[in-house]
T-cell receptor
Framework: GAGVSQSPSNKVTEKGKDVELRCDPI?????LYWYRQSLGQGLEFLIYFQGNSAPDKSGLPSDRFSAERTGGSVSTLTIQRTQQEDSAVYLC????????????FGPGTRLLVL | AQSVTQLGSHVSVSEGALVLLRCNYSSSVPPYLFWYVQYPNQGLQLLLKYTTGATLVKGINGFEAEFKKSETSFHLTKPSAHMSDAAEYFCAVSLGGRRALTFGSGTRLQVQP
């Protein structure tokens, strides 16, 4: 079946612009995670959505970052007023949320802020 | 809180040799432990995981790992390396099955012909 998909695959933007990154989870997966992978910080958790519960936003690095998940499926990560340090690969993962911990990752969006 | 330490950012082995990638963790509660592999320009793929029960877990592509509570370790091994194993490997820990992952810094495995 189809895996987690993310778009765009690459995004180049200018400092100060807003960007939106999209994640389509595996159908039926109720849990969705965003992570960031950068040279300086490695792989970091950003935000976690589980069903209809309030999201766990504890990993968001600043209030310029926000995310939403509409209809329990597609998620959008928004970065406002981008900075050069936001350059990274943004990875999305989904899971069935059965308590087994298995997370399935998308290919990522590579963001470059000039 | 939890953390993961992967010893060795780069490991090089010859084709057919033993692969050993080291991972140590710290966790305030019994951890869930994972190994993921990342091929160039791709997302992460789950290799294997430990949640409870048998401490030796087998994964895909001939990899296995052993959970050693006394050593707080979860090292990844493969008896015989193949060229296709060249990739970056990440060890991760979570505090349960419905929690985010905390990743180690990764180990890049090179396989020499």
């Amino acid at each position: 079946g189809a895996g987690v998909s993310q778009s765009p695959s690459n995004k180049v933007t200018e400092k100060g612009k807003d960007v939106e990154l999209r994640c389509d989870p595996i159908s039926g997966h109720t849990a969705l995670y965003w992570y960031r992978q950068s040279l300086g910080q490695g792989l970091e958790f950003l935000i976690y959505f589980q069903g209809n519960s309030a999201p766990d936003k504890s990993g968001l690095p600043s209030d310029r970052f926000s995310a939403e998940r509409t209809g329990g499926s597609v998620s959008t990560l928004t970065i406002q007023r981008t900075q050069q340090e936001d350059s990274a690969v943004y990875l999305c993962a989904s899971s069935l949320d059965l308590g087994t911990g298995d997370q399935y990752f998308g290919p990522g969006t590579r963001l470059l802020v000039l | 809180a939890q953390s993961v330490t992967q010893l060795g950012s780069h490991v090089s082995v010859s084709e057919g040799a033993l692969v050993l990638l080291r991972c140590n963790y710290s966790s305030s509660v019994p951890p869930y432990l994972f190994w993921y592999v990342q091929y160039p320009n791709q997302g992460l793929q789950l290799l294997l995981k430990y949640t409870t029960g048998a401490t030796l877990v087998k994964g895909i592509n001939g990899f296995e790992a052993e959970f050693k509570k006394s050593e707080t370790s979860f090292h990844l091994t493969k008896p015989s390396a193949h060229m296709s194993d060249a990739a970056e490997y990440f060890c991760a820990v979570s505090l349960g099955g419905r929690r985010a992952l905390t990743f180690g810094s990764g180990t890049r495995l090179q396989v020499q012909p």
